[in-house]
């Protein structure tokens, strides 16, 4: 009996050795892996532009979650790996297979966009009584800072930083005086930061030495289920938003905002995106489904939380923080299935969505909206973030 207590209790000490050295063991494998490999930034060429400029690509990765791709040309997000609720890791970023694809015309695929995201009427506004024209390259209007907007410009390097709980990348670009008409010379950086939490900052900074106009966003196309032949219409999608803009047939805002109630408008509560696209609301058809400026609650608190999408059937889920005023909410309507994939297929109509986190289309000649003026002396400076996570 004596004899078996003290086989028991050694017994016992015996595996609270083992679960204690073990556990201990665990974090300090947890630590090392997390200091020395879990986060991380790989730099490699990515190819040369038609103008012979060298492009390099950089995938950010959190070896525990997602995996960021970023190529100088545009700045471009060309691939977000994440794990679905199986664990397995698919690309949830619409883009191309080479720079070759990115250079051909194409609706701003993972691109950074400036000096203005989104429509200005006519191409024209009016700043200290100058008036400014910029190519009217959608229709009448100017869309996406012109001809050659900041998707279309080699990006240069200024830094690149490596944390124990986060990666990042620092791209700028200096759009001269008079740049696709807008004036200033206007120094623009923009930080990706990939943190620990698998969320992916994204931090616009710019100074002008003239009085200029300035909205930056990122154009990114997401379809959560990782299968570029499906539509995103079966995802859910939640916009923190009591109001939004509407707009005439050209897509540039009537100059009133109109409350989402009892309108295919309300993503107030979790809704599938497939629900009233087809809707015969009349801004509905407008945009030939959703392509509109969501007017975001709490704008007075800064940064928030402001949108989510989630794919049921995946379980991946995307939340959208910003300091921005508004978000374009746009549903891939004019993918018309002439663009190919990386893996031989086409990108069809809404085969991904974009939320471009900005202030309103035409503020320039809105007064009534929020400005989008940037003076001599002073900072842009804007931060969004894009948070992958599973459900
Ligand atoms: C606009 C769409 C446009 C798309 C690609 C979006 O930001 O709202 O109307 O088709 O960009 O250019």
Not at 118 to 138: D, H, P
Request: hydrophobic share 30%.
């Amino acid at each position: 009996m004596k004899l078996m207590n003290i086989s028991l209790f050694s017994g016992a000490i015996f595996a609270f050795l083992i679960i204690y050295l073990g556990s201990k063991e665990n974090t300090v494998n947890y630590k090392v892996q997390n200091e020395k490999s879990v986060m991380g930034i790989e730099r490699s060429s990515y190819g040369v532009t038609e103008n012979d400029e060298k492009v390099e690509v950089f995938k950010l990765y959190n070896l525990k979650g997602i995996q960021v791709s970023i190529i100088t040309y545009g700045g471009r997000i060309t691939a977000v790996e994440t794990p679905d609720k199986n664990g397995n890791k698919e690309n949830v970023i619409l883009g191309f297979k080479n720079l070759e694809q990115y250079e051909k015309p194409n609706p701003y695929f993972g691109a950074l966009v400036g000096r203005y995201g989104n429509r200005i009427a006519k191409g024209k506004f009016t700043l200290n009584n100058i008036e400014y024209q910029l190519a009217k390259n959608n229709g009448e209007n100017s869309l996406h800072g012109g001809l050659v907007g900041f998707d279309k410009v080699v990006w240069k390097v200024a830094e690149i930083e490596e944390n124990e709980t986060s990666v990042v990348l620092k791209l700028s670009y200096l759009s001269k005086d008079m740049e696709e008409g807008f004036p200033g010379n206007l120094k623009t950086t923009v930080t990706y930061t990939l943190n620990y939490d698998n969320s992916l900052d994204v931090l616009y900074e710019a100074t002008t030495d003239k009085t200029t106009i300035v909205n930056l966003t990122q154009h990114s196309y997401f379809n959560l289920s990782g299968d570029f032949s499906q539509t995103i219409l079966d995802h859910v999608v939640e916009i923190n938003a009591d109001k939004f803009v509407p707009v005439d047939n050209t897509l540039i805002p009537t100059g009133n905002l109109a409350s989402v109630d009892d309108t295919p408008f309300d993503f107030r509560a979790p809704t599938l995106v497939g629900k009233h696209i087809n809707s015969k609301n009349e801004q509905v058809t407008l945009g030939g489904g959703y392509d509109h400026c969501w007017v975001l609650n709490n704008q007075g608190k800064g940064y928030r939380s402001v949108a989510k999408a989630y794919h049921p059937a995946s379980g991946r889920t995307m939340e959208v923080l910003t300091d921005q005023p508004g978000v374009q909410f746009y549903t891939g309507n004019f993918l018309d299935g002439t663009l190919p994939t990386p893996n031989g297929g086409v990108f069809g109509k809404r085969s991904g969505f974009c939320f471009e986190t900005q202030h309103y289309p035409d503020a320039p000649n809105q007064p009534q909206f929020p400005s989008t003026v940037l003076e001599p002396g002073e900072k842009y400076e804007t931060k969004t973030t894009f948070k992958f996570s599973v459900n």
